[in-house]
């Protein structure tokens, strides 16, 4: 609109000017006059043309008046200029037509293919977003292919929840801090099996989780915390306890049929930092690590049976030598001391034909779990029948006699009931250290056993070492 009234206010100003310009020429100077006309219409016609046809209807009438008034007044035969501008004007205004036709068409395409730009830059820029977005769903489903490969071949526990941790970090990413608890079936609570921190060398000290991960374990479903700060199923005051400063979470359950195992649980500092696609990929993340922790599970249980009695859980024989083999060669090494404790339970057999071979298998229940709550650092199995043996790495002959007392005083002093009899057992003790009474591996057992012997020719419930 401005540039359309600056253009006819411009075709006023030159019209106007050209006029008094021409007649003054004309009029005052005695220059043809024909000339001149032909001038002034060209002037007039590109008035026309700068204010448009139907602005031009008005102004061409004012200009032929005032042609008219002109040539009344100084030369009646200027009054020509009238039939010469008609003609002039019609044969101009034809082609002015076209040429805003043309111009109109011109412009009308010209918009066309402006908006047709617009549409097809508006799909490029779609295309262009979702192919980075496909892009980069390929490469976190790639990395999910090679966290199946990579655990499906893990047996161990400790590599099995260090590559769910590590593949959470590498698929989701995003993460500041993350946590795996594994459930304790026994207690039926969460124990922290492994943490990461992304960024922050700050120790991790839950152990057991906070409410989030309690919820997560009683409603057994996967959950995404935009800002926890604003998230109403959290009471603020128990989440004010948390240790870590965080914002978003995601966390999953790992289930093995309807019993949840374990709780994988990513944090962010940012609010509203995961979505829905990375709570989708956790969640098959933790189906791939539940099956991954099964199986490590079954593993530990199928390598436990392999070296380790059913009936007590203590260590069978052939893992035991293989264990005394390595540690006296260490011991060797090192230049310290090992000890070897050889026990009987007195009087077994009696017990088997009073009370039958259910209530033997009880006492050595009994016995083999006081033998593990002083074995913290040493190895204790079953060495055959009633007899069991217990290696004291790093302990001298004085350390060793201890051990042996203190169980032989516990053993005898837990009452153990058979068929609604409270009675006790007694225990004998042969003790024997490497390097000072044998050099040898076979030489060690032999003598605790020897001494062994000795103390039950000596009277039982005692423990001997000379």
Known sequence: ???????????????????????????????????????????????????????????????????????????????????????????????????????????TRIEEIKENINVLEDEHNKHKKEAVSLEKKEERYNALKDAVCVLSSTLTLDDVTKKIMDSAFNIVGKSESGLLFLVDTRKQELNLALSKNGTNSEKIKTKNGDILDDWVFK??????????????????????????????????????????????????????????????????ICDIGAVSLQNSILYKQTMDLAIRDGLTGLYLRRYFVERLKEELSRSLRNNSNCSFLMIDI???????????????????????????????????????????????????????????????????????????VKTHVTISIGVTSFPEDAKVQDELIMRSDERLYKAKREGKDRVVAE
């Open 346 to 420: 007195d009087n077994f057999k009696n017990y088997n034909d009073e009370y039958g071979h259910t209530a033997g298998d009880m006492v050595l229940k009994v016995i083999s779990k006081k033998l593990l709550n002083f074995v913290d650092s040493g190895i204790a199995c079953r060495y055959g029948g009633e007899e069991f043996a217990i290696l004291l790495p790093d302990a001298s002959k004085k350390d060793a006699l201890r051990v042996a007392d203190n169980i032989r005083k516990a053993v005898k002093k837990e009452d153990i009931e058979l068929r609604k």
């Open 219 to 284: 409603q057994r479903q996967c959950f995404l915390v935009e800002d926890i700060r604003r998230d109403f199923r959290f009471n603020a005051d128990e989440l004010s306890r948390c240790e870590r400063n965080f914002r978003s979470v995601i966390s999953c359950p790992l289930t093995e049929g309807n019993k949840v195992i374990g709780i994988l649980r990513l944090e962010s500092p940012k609010p509203y930092n995961y979505t829905t696609e990375d709570l989708r990929l956790l969640d098959i």
């Open 1 to 107: 609109m401005q540039s359309e009234t600056k253009n006819f206010i411009k075709a006023i100003l030159i019209t106007s000017f050209s006029f008094i310009i021409i007649s003054y020429l004309t009029f005052r100077t005695g220059l043809p006059k024909f000339p001149n006309i032909f001038l002034y219409n060209l002037i007039i016609i590109y008035s026309l043309h700068e204010l448009g046809y139907h602005r031009s209807l008005f102004f061409l009438g004012s200009s032929i008046f005032l042609t008219i008034l002109v040539s009344l007044a100084v030369n009646f035969s200027f009054v020509w200029n009238v039939p010469i501008f008609f003609i002039t004007f019609l044969i101009a205004d034809n082609e002015i037509k076209k040429h805003n036709y043309h111009f109109r068409v011109v412009e």
